[in-house]
DNA sequence: AAATCAGTTCGATTAATGTCAAACGATCAG
DNA sequence: CTGATCGTTTGACATTAATCGAACTGATTT
């Protein structure tokens, strides 16, 4: 079996504003947004991200943009990827997850 | 003499992406975020806000605000008014502010 | 001049957060 | 089966942050 979602996600009607404020406000996790911004999945592990942290703290950011509501995750035998849920975003915040991406 | 501008405010040029969503992160300044998107400017006084904090508490979040670039002040004798920068922050970050405030 | 008022600053307390290392669980390779 | 790999969880530590009350500053009023 392969690609089943089976971490758990808000829904995005039970998702604050503040929530999701509250994960984007930290450097590394608006890194991670950066390179999902492309729309695909990608995988958790560590060369993916241009960052320099132990695997622990990437699983704690990624644990926290999933809870925020921000991804998803796709799990494949030991691996994992994780998605932008940028449609479901949009219609929940329209223009925010935009005008994030397109801040310089 | 009166409405002279003098509690000092970045340039949003210097101001990081960040930056905003960590002063924004926050219940309480979302709220203050959203009694100045009438674009007027409000005193600081305490009934103005809807918030039962001490007037240090508020305090703190008006520089936090300010510091951040949201927010400019006008001092007129021993009162001031707040007002949110939302000009310059559309030309620093497009379409951020209007997402923020249309958000529900 | 003295009292009052608006707001800031400071110090203390408490809670939340980012980071790491070590241990763990599950999957895959030999 | 054994060992390596991917990722999570846990616990510890340090840092940041929200809140309050008290003291303070400067402006206004009496």
Redesign the interface.
Known sequence: MSNDQQYPIPDLAEVE??DV??A????VR?QILQVLADGRAHPKSQPEWGLDLQKSTLSHHFKTMREAGLTETLVDGRTHEIRLRRDELAVR????I???L??R
């Open positions: 504003l503040v404020l509250r984007l406000a930290d450097p608006l915040f329209p223009g925010l935009d005008s994030l397109a801040a």
